[in-house]
């Protein structure tokens, strides 16, 4: 199934060069600084339960896909929000996946399935409905041994560090499990605050009170609220924090006094924001944090533009993240100005910026990076973590922001097996693009090789201080 020289360019000469190039850094480790996998897995270590509930029911990737297409969502056996009935019958899924899988031709989810199938288990027929169970027979029987457990499969995806993503609600239970067992593998958790900085939140009062209760701040005053993010920060630190992550709905920042940001967040507790005061409040929340940044050091990301949980019946039923956040346009140039007018500058300070739309990307986001020290650009994320999406980047960003305003790849997901296929894929872009540059004259053969191994590796590792 898998082309060994797949996504590399046709004509023969930069194909060769392309080759060479992915050839010395393929098997590099993989530096995964912001995800969702699940910590428990690697605490706990348990077998994963079947192939289902491997590939399918967490992976938004494909239960989106198959839900467009009329399959129901308790069909593939997602929990409902109210407990009610869904599929448990994980061949009785896997089934009705395989004999849908069709649908995935062309897309990057059939690319990293794929890879997992061949690469990981050694399945070397198409997954189709004659074939649905011998392929889940096969997986099932590797599942039950010891060499596919969380902590094997850590160690043979050759994962230098993973982060995963907690609320500061979080007890860090499993992360504490991990650094009490004496594994050696590197699972560091990352600052997701939205619970508490987002007055949309679902019991966003509520949340801060808790904020309060976790750290003995009180947290119904503005400063004893920003003083609770401190020493919750510090906390996670504990747990090898090196960032903090934002899932904001637009770019937005702003630069309030003090005075401002305590009266917008009282109104915030009382529930009586505005939809514009609360976009501000998200948006002075996230100068606070930089700030913080400067003060502890993490890593601030910023993921704005996607409009979360888009289809109210879904929402209701599943609750959030099913599958239905859906890119928007996004403003960067002047929603970042307040942000960068007050930390834009700093040398010290390292700000990520994501993008749903490919649109800003030469108009905005590349002459941002390549003027500010303080901000680096992510890479394509989420809808353009793809081929194409991944080409468009360099395309787009390359002339203004360079290769080292960027920072390497990662793969933001929650479907552990697509790791290695998800950084395959973007090693292969990235030396299929720099074998163009070398072709056409205008990259070294030798620079080549070094940007290779940097956006492979080492820029991931440097932009977030792994």
């Given at each position: 199934?898998?082309?060994?020289?797949?996504?590399?360019?046709v004509?023969?000469?930069?194909?060769?060069i392309?080759?060479?190039?992915?050839?010395?850094?393929?098997?590099k480790p993989i530096?995964?600084?912001?995800?969702h996998?699940?910590?428990r897995?690697?605490?706990?270590?348990?077998?994963f339960s079947?192939?289902?509930?491997?590939?399918?029911?967490p992976d938004?990737?494909v239960?989106?896909?198959l839900f467009?297409?009329?399959?129901?969502?308790?069909?593939?056996?997602?929990?409902?929000?109210?407990?009610?009935?869904?599929?448990?019958?994980?061949?009785?899924?896997w089934?009705?996946?395989a004999?849908?899988?069709?649908v995935?031709r062309g897309t990057?989810?059939?690319?990293w399935?794929d890879?997992?199938f061949?690469d990981?288990?050694?399945?070397?027929?198409r997954?189709?409905?004659?074939t649905?169970?011998s392929?889940?027979?096969?997986?099932?029987?590797?599942?039950?041994t010891?060499?596919f457990?969380p902590?094997?499969?850590f160690e043979?995806?050759n994962i230098?560090?993973?982060?995963?993503?907690?609320?500061?609600?979080d007890d860090?239970r499993w992360?504490?499990?991990?650094?009490d067992?004496?594994?050696?593998?590197?699972v560091?958790?990352?600052?997701?605050?939205?619970?508490?900085?987002?007055p949309?939140?679902?019991?966003?009062?509520?949340n801060?009170?808790?904020?309060g209760?976790?750290?003995?701040?009180t947290t119904?005053?503005?400063?004893?609220?920003?003083?609770?993010?401190?020493?919750?920060?510090?906390?996670f630190?504990?747990?090898?924090?090196?960032s903090s992550?934002?899932?904001?709905?637009?770019?937005?920042?702003?630069n309030?006094?003090q005075?401002?940001?305590?009266?917008?967040f009282?109104?915030?507790?009382?529930?009586?924001?505005?939809?514009?005061?609360?976009?501000?409040?998200?948006g002075?929340?996230?100068?606070?944090?930089?700030?913080?940044?400067?003060?502890?050091?993490?890593v601030l990301q910023?993921?704005?533009?996607?409009?979360r949980?888009?289809?109210?019946?879904?929402?209701?039923?599943?609750?959030?993240?099913?599958?239905?956040?859906?890119?928007t346009r996004?403003?960067?140039v002047?929603?970042?100005?307040?942000l960068l007018?007050a930390?834009?500058?700093?040398?010290?300070?390292?700000?990520?910026?994501?993008?749903?739309d490919?649109?800003?990307y030469?108009?905005?986001?590349?002459?941002?990076?390549g003027?500010?020290?303080?901000?680096?650009?992510?890479?394509?994320?989420?809808?353009?973590?793809?081929?194409e999406g991944?080409?468009r980047?360099?395309e787009?960003?390359?002339?203004?922001?360079?290769f080292y305003n960027?920072?390497g790849?990662n793969?933001?997901t929650?479907a552990?097996?697509?790791i290695?296929?998800?950084?395959?894929?973007?090693r292969?872009?990235d030396?299929s693009?720099?074998?163009?540059?070398?072709?056409?004259?205008r990259l070294?053969?030798?620079e080549?090789?070094?940007?290779?191994?940097?956006?492979?590796?080492r820029?991931?590792?440097?932009?977030y201080?792994?």
């Amino acid at each position: 199934m898998l082309v060994p020289d797949r996504l590399f360019p046709v004509d023969p000469h930069t194909r060769g060069i392309a080759r060479e190039l992915y050839q010395s850094i393929a098997d590099k480790p993989i530096i995964s600084p912001h995800g969702h996998t699940d910590p428990r897995w690697y605490a706990e270590n348990q077998p994963f339960s079947d192939p289902a509930q491997l590939f399918i029911t967490p992976d938004h990737y494909v239960f989106r896909m198959l839900f467009s297409q009329g399959i129901s969502l308790e069909s593939l056996g997602v929990p409902r929000a109210d407990g009610g009935p869904t599929e448990t019958d994980g061949r009785k899924i896997w089934r009705l996946f395989a004999e849908n899988y069709h649908v995935f031709r062309g897309t990057p989810s059939r690319l990293w399935l794929d890879h997992a199938f061949e690469d990981l288990f050694g399945l070397t027929a198409r997954l189709s409905k004659e074939t649905a169970d011998s392929a889940y027979d096969h997986i099932a029987e590797c599942l039950a041994t010891p060499e596919f457990r969380p902590r094997a499969l850590f160690e043979r995806f050759n994962i230098e560090a993973i982060a995963t993503t907690e609320s500061p609600l979080d007890d860090l239970r499993w992360h504490r499990m991990i650094r009490d067992s004496g594994w050696k593998g590197r699972v560091v958790t990352a600052y997701r605050p939205d619970a508490v900085v987002d007055p949309d939140f679902a019991g966003f009062a509520d949340n801060v009170a808790q904020l309060g209760a976790l750290t003995g701040e009180t947290t119904s005053t503005w400063q004893g609220y920003l003083q609770a993010h401190r020493v919750r920060r510090a906390w996670f630190k504990e747990f090898g924090a090196t960032s903090s992550d934002h899932g904001h709905p637009t770019a937005r920042t702003e630069n309030l006094s003090q005075a401002e940001a305590a009266a917008l967040f009282a109104k915030a507790l009382k529930g009586s924001c505005s939809a514009d005061e609360a976009d501000a409040f998200r948006g002075h929340m996230l100068t606070e944090m930089a700030r913080m940044s400067l003060e502890d050091g993490l890593v601030l990301q910023i993921h704005p533009g996607s409009f979360r949980n888009h289809s109210g019946p879904v929402m209701a039923a599943f609750g959030r993240d099913k599958g239905f956040d859906i890119p928007t346009r996004t403003d960067y140039v002047r929603a970042l100005k307040p942000l960068l007018d007050a930390v834009g500058l700093e040398p010290d300070l390292t700000i990520i910026v994501f993008t749903l739309d490919e649109s800003s990307y030469a108009r905005e986001l590349a002459p941002l990076a390549g003027a500010y020290p303080a901000l680096k650009l992510g890479p394509a994320w989420w809808f353009h973590d793809s081929p194409e999406g991944m080409r468009r980047f360099r395309e787009m960003t390359t002339e203004t922001a360079g290769f080292y305003n960027t920072v390497g790849f990662n793969d933001d997901t929650r479907a552990f097996c697509s790791i290695p296929a998800r950084h395959d894929v973007a090693r292969r872009v990235d030396c299929s693009f720099l074998a163009t540059l070398v072709a056409t004259g205008r990259l070294d053969e030798e620079e080549a090789y070094e940007v290779a191994n940097d956006l492979a590796y080492r820029l991931a590792k440097q932009a977030y201080r792994l």
